[in-house]
């Protein structure tokens, strides 16, 4: 019977006890485990994480451009191309419209051409 080859762990190339391979991590790998700021993604905290709408996804799901999109539910086109570049993000009314939006698109454009 051949004896099990055990590698030491080593925090260089083992982020987890354990599982060690004996695999040389990446510096920038390493750089980030280090940095106390860049915690773990764990599901406690991924509760506490904002969901922001995609935009491009809803575009895309309704079929049209970003100038359509823009013109149909009145955002600004400059506005909607910064958010699906990731420039900046919608702010809280923007969410609740976006959110709106993706739940019921016919509703609002119902609301909306009432309104005109």
Same mark, same amino acid.
């Given at each position: 019977?051949?004896? &099990?080859?055990?590698?030491?762990?080593?925090?260089?190339?083992? *982020?987890?006890?354990?599982?060690?391979?004996?695999?040389?991590?990446? *510096?920038?790998?390493?750089?980030?485990?280090?940095?106390?700021?860049?915690?773990?993604?764990?599901?406690?905290?991924? &509760?506490?994480?904002?969901?922001? *709408?995609?935009?491009?996804?809803?575009?895309?799901?309704?079929?049209?451009?970003?100038?359509?999109?823009?013109?149909?539910?009145?955002?600004?086109?400059?506005?909607? &191309?910064?958010?699906?570049?990731?420039?900046?993000?919608?702010?809280?009314?923007?969410?609740?419209?976006?959110?709106?939006?993706?739940?019921?698109? &016919?509703?609002?454009?119902?609301?909306?051409?009432?309104?005109?």
């Amino acid at each position: 019977m051949q004896a &099990k080859l055990r590698i030491p762990m080593d925090r260089r190339c083992c *982020p987890t006890p354990g599982r060690c391979l004996g695999i040389p991590m990446r *510096p920038s790998r390493l750089a980030a485990l280090s940095d106390s700021n860049n915690m773990p993604r764990t599901p406690e905290r991924e &509760k506490k994480l904002r969901r922001i *709408p995609q935009v491009r996804i809803m575009r895309k799901a309704l079929g049209l451009t970003q100038e359509e999109f823009a013109a149909h539910f009145h955002f600004p086109l400059g506005t909607l &191309k910064d958010w699906g570049q990731g420039k900046s993000e919608p702010d809280t009314c923007a969410r609740a419209y976006l959110k709106l939006i993706a739940q019921n698109p &016919k509703a609002v454009t119902e609301a909306l051409e009432s309104s005109l």
